[in-house]
């Protein structure tokens, strides 16, 4: 809870400062009902083992998306995430330190969902911008703007553990391949019990964020959250409970 303090303390002076370092990120994005969350829930379908995950925006959840920039190095991000109190072993990571939580991202300069076809064109390669699913661990990071990024390990490292769905990244990130859908003002994705360990009492938030992908700079994390839209509880404090 220590680490969840502190991030949330940069998080909330991330957004009362709105400043950004991600050199491709679209301004227009700060300005966007689509990112303005308004309430998020967690409910729990007892009949068919499921959980669904929602988030409600003010404007159209979904319709932003990135712009394409031709080339993984500074590849921009948009996510709807929840964080969770959920431990990194419930979703099928090693035993490790940081935040779980379950991103819904859109970024077009690349594919992280391999086994995947999310727009049923029968290329698993080329649908990195419709909105999908990752489970990731977030640790705080002060040398971007938004405090956080992926956790990473060592590709030499032969103790991680990562769930079998993983993108091949190095770093604690899956692509789980449940089923996200965006209707007006709401995007929805669908988790099976079984999914996270059978548990289904935990505490989440909801955050819309920019991420940037960076190959190139040492001083930066290979994947670092840059801007901050809006928090569903205001503070980061996963207030919510699944219902």
């Known amino acids: 809870m220590k680490n969840l303090f502190i991030i949330s303390i940069i998080l909330i002076g991330c957004m009362s400062r709105g400043f950004s370092q991600g050199e491709n990120v679209d301004p227009a994005f700060s300005k966007s009902n689509d990112l303005m969350i308004e309430s998020a829930s967690v ?78 064109d029968r290329n698993f390669s080329n649908d990195g911008v419709i909105w999908h699913p990752h489970w990731v661990v977030l640790e705080s990071n002060e040398s971007v703007p938004g405090g956080l990024s992926v956790k990473e390990f060592d590709k030499e490292d032969n103790q991680v553990i990562l769930p079998p769905t993983n993108p091949g990244m190095p770093m604690y990130m899956d692509s789980p391949g449940f089923q996200v859908v965006t209707k007006s003002n709401q995007i929805k994705v669908i988790v099976p019990r079984f999914r996270v360990s059978g548990k289904t009492n935990f505490n989440f938030d909801a955050v819309a964020a920019y991420m940037q992908v960076n190959t190139t700079k040492e001083t930066l994390p290979l994947l670092g959250v840059y801007e901050v839209y809006s928090i569903a509880s205001g503070d980061l404090s996963l207030p919510y409970s699944v219902k």
């Not at 083992?49 to 993984?72: D, H, I, R």
């Not at 959920?86 to 379950?102: E, T, Y």
């Open 43 to 120: 409910k729990y379908d007892n009949d068919l083992e499921l959980l669904v995950f929602s988030m409600t925006v003010q404007g159209n959840a979904g319709a932003t998306t990135p712009k394409e920039v031709g080339q993984l190095d500074g590849a921009p991000v948009l996510g709807y995430v929840f964080p969770t109190s959920l431990k990194s072993k419930d979703v099928g990571f090693g035993d490790v330190d940081g935040i779980v939580a379950l991103a819904l991202t859109s970024h077009p300069d690349f594919d992280d969902t391999p086994l995947w076809d999310e727009n049923y």
